[in-house]
Nanobody
């Protein structure tokens, strides 16, 4: 069992930056592949980025490549999402998720554990 808690969201102006964190508790965090998803009002939850258990492999949605950076610190049981050059269309609730395998996935249904989400609002 893994518990996930996101933090770091907020209201920022377009062009600004945020760093989201996902703190994990429970067993064997370092053996879980992790991901970030987001859900805007009236839209389905969409994949943002994923990272392997070691942090050696990452995978991004095309819409965020070059602006978002996923990373993790297994010693701190924490995953991060650095978001730069924010755009109004990045406004959403951002969720972190975990799956107990080494394979990266971009489908929400393939993740077993979820956090409660953190709101990111970008003003134009």
């Amino acid at each position: 069992q893994v518990q996930l808690v996101e933090s770091g969201g907020g209201l920022v102006q377009a062009g600004g930056s945020l760093r989201l964190s996902c703190a994990a508790s429970g067993r064997a965090f370092s053996s879980y592949a992790m991901g970030w998803f987001r859900q805007a009002p009236g839209k389905e939850r969409e994949f943002v980025a994923a990272i392997s258990w070691s942090g050696g492999s990452t995978y991004y949605a095309d819409s965020v490549k070059g602006r978002f950076t996923i990373s993790r610190d297994n010693a701190k049981n924490t995953m991060y999402l650095q978001i730069d050059s924010l755009k109004p269309e990045d406004t959403a609730v951002y969720y972190c998720a975990a799956r107990p395998t080494t394979v990266l996935r971009s489908v929400a249904g393939e993740y077993d554990y979820w956090g409660q989400g953190t709101q990111v609002t970008v003003s134009s």
